[in-house]
């Protein structure tokens, strides 16, 4: 087959991966393509976690009348069939025990359990390999997983809403203390910046992260619930700054209807069922110790939905992989500055009168 062709069935593997890459996780999401002489015939993506792989799901859709070909068909699989017992047992075993001789590789598994064994497994049992066929894509697709295990913490992604001249917040917005309303003082109604659709894309996103992160005033002046409300989807594990303990039980981050992590410099704190305190050191390495938290607790990706010291913290230590601002119509003239910024954006989109720029952090990881 021409590496044209590979593309194509490789490029049906990442689309079939869409549809389980959130449920997946910690697993990357994985898809899969039996060919035989240009017919497909059996495809799959992975389950949510604990169940099959992708390759596994594949083999398993092929019908009854075609099963005999599955020994002389081509194995598309955009991540590195795993070599090792988990969840679930060994991709390689069951490809091996199939009898299927030609195998294409998107790109290797960065997981130190799999890193190449599984490639070598097959190839010691006599298949042929193929592996780097629309790598770039491939591991792009899975880049939370890749940074995860390459980078030993979590993805991270920044995400804040800025006035057309460039501020979150207008200067007389207050914080009414009685029910945590964001109110602003001339007419006591909540400052929107962002338009219905906006807001509801970010739960969107919410829905696809692990986690989701905040800072002790933006609690405090915003009182969100940091849950999926507009979109269908998982909540993320909330992640609460909260240095000195000023966050009490009145409000919704600490409902317990979501596990939560707070983030504290206070050890004489009790944990529970879904509330856990790490107390830690709020230094100038802030950054850093939230992404070595955030690894240990296995949670891949996080949103960072801080106000504007907690993201500028993150920008100032070169601690970011996306970046995605939303810019409203509002001008607000004095309050408080967006984060300040540097990075050339990747792309702007636009969502009704907003505009929506992302940008991405290429410096630590050439290659994703």
């Known amino acids: 087959m021409s590496q044209t062709t590979h593309e194509i069935y490789m490029q049906r593997c990442l689309d079939l991966a869409q549809n389980g890459l959130r449920e997946a996780m910690p697993n990357p999401s994985v898809g899969a393509v039996l060919v035989y002489d240009g017919r ?22 092929v019908a009854e009348a075609d099963r005999h070909l599955i020994p002389m068909s081509t194995l598309y699989v955009s991540l590195e069939p795993c070599s ?65 295990h390459e980078q030993k913490r979590p993805y991270i992604i920044l995400k804040w809403a800025e006035s057309a001249d460039g501020f979150l917040s207008p200067k007389d917005r207050l914080s009414d203390t009685s029910n945590h309303q964001i109110t602003e003082s001339t007419n006591q109604r909540p400052v929107w910046i962002t338009n219905p659709y906006s807001r509801q ?36 594990v909330r992640i609460v700054l909260d240095r000195t303990g000023r966050i009490d039980s009145s409000y919704s981050v600490k409902n317990q ?17 879904s509330f856990t305190y790490e107390c830690i050191a709020f230094n100038d390495k802030l950054p850093q110790t ?17 106000g504007a010291k907690t993201l500028q913290s993150f920008i100032d230590a070169n601690l970011w992989d996306e970046a995605r601002v939303f810019k409203g119509t509002a001008v607000f003239t004095e309050g408080t500055k967006a984060p300040v910024f540097k990075a050339k954006a990747a792309k702007s989109e636009k969502i009704l009168d907003d505009e929506l720029i992302t940008y991405r952090n290429y410096g630590e990881r050439n290659n994703i």
């Open 40 to 61: 497909i015939i059996g495809e799959g993506h992975t389950s949510p976690f604990g169940g099959p792989h992708g390759e596994v799901n594949c083999v398993n859709s």
């Open 84 to 148: 090792h017992y988990g969840k679930t047992p060994p991709c390689c075993d069951l490809i091996i025990a199939q009898q299927i001789q030609n195998v294409v590789v998107g790109t290797v598994d960065p997981n130190i359990k799999v890193a190449g064994n599984g490639i070598r497994k097959l190839q010691e049992a006599g298949k042929n390999v193929t592996v780097g066929v629309l790598e770039a894509e491939c591991r792009e697709f899975n880049r939370r997983f890749f940074t995860f």
């Open 201 to 236: 894309l970010v739960h969107k996103w919410r829905s696809e992260e692990t986690a989701i992160l905040v800072g002790t005033q933006t609690v405090i002046d915003d009182n969100p619930s940091l849950d999926v409300r507009t979109w269908t989807g998982q909540n993320p």
């Open 257 to 273: 209807k979501i596990k939560t992590i707070v983030l504290t410099e206070n050890s004489n704190l009790t944990n529970l069922d």
């Open 290 to 306: 939230i992404a070595e938290v955030l690894f240990r607790h296995n949670l891949q990706s996080v949103i960072v939905e801080g």
